[in-house]
């Protein structure tokens, strides 16, 4: 297997997309740009002050022209084009920079606040989620959701089966595994739970019978070879998956900061997917280091 996080550097250096990064407050920050900047991995675009920017009115009028039907005024759209995170995917959504990270500072809610007011949603996958992408050495996961939709449906669930999917070969090369995660495994147990991620699974199948899937299978029925040899032999997957769909927030929440912390992986994310320009988001716990990271991800999501 190759080395995901290299390979997605020398993309990156090939590309070199301008990445805004709106939290020029933040030391981390600060301290990301310098890294991007000194290997060229992509043209880090910087605003200190959005108030004194030339392009605030464009993006005030950006904002009133997509959020007037739902009661915003000019005065408003000013107060909010002068918000750096909202700034900032106003300069992704004009073309003054390809994509954006941002989120140390600020709570998820108000980075896909900022991508639903000045991008809008994909036509192919109208929904926006998110996924992390989970890297240990030459190993390379992708959880989904861990970041965004609290209880997804089935419908929902298949959405960010297949939009995670899709990123997780645009990043790695490699085909989707997916699995549709559960505390069953093949009908071990009944609940409403386990028949909503059934569900997910089934019409997934039928939506992306190219993409291997299975589901509802517990976490080491889908990771474990010998596991899924004994639980479930027939699966596609042969415990051998790469893309983990969680049934609900809590789940995928849990999962990637155990995995994270106590499984030695890093952990890249929330990658916000289903907008119509990469538009990433982050924990607030993270370093510089991993600012630099989803930068990288960005530059690869315009491939």
Known sequence: MVDVLSQLRERAKRRRARIVLPETLDPRTVSARAMLERDRLCEVVWVEDPRHDPRLQEVAALLYSRRKHKGLDEAGAMALAVQPVIFGAGLVALGHADAGVTGAAHATADVIRAGLFCLGTAEAIPLVSSMFLMVRGKEVLSFADCGVVPDP?????????????????RFTGEPARVAFLSFSTRGSADHDKVRKVRAAAERFRAAHPAIASDGELQFDAAYVPAVASRKCKDSPLQGRANV??????????????????????????????GLRKPYLDLSRGCSAEDIAGVAVIASAMLD
């Open 244 to 273: 983990f769909v969680f049934p609900d927030l809590d789940a995928g929440n849990l999962a990637y900061k155990i995995t994270e912390r106590l499984g030695g992986f890093q952990a890249f994310g929330p990658l916000l997917q």
């Open 153 to 169: 449906d089935p419908d929902q669930l298949v959405h960010i089966a297949a939009a995670t999917a899709q990123n997780h070969q």
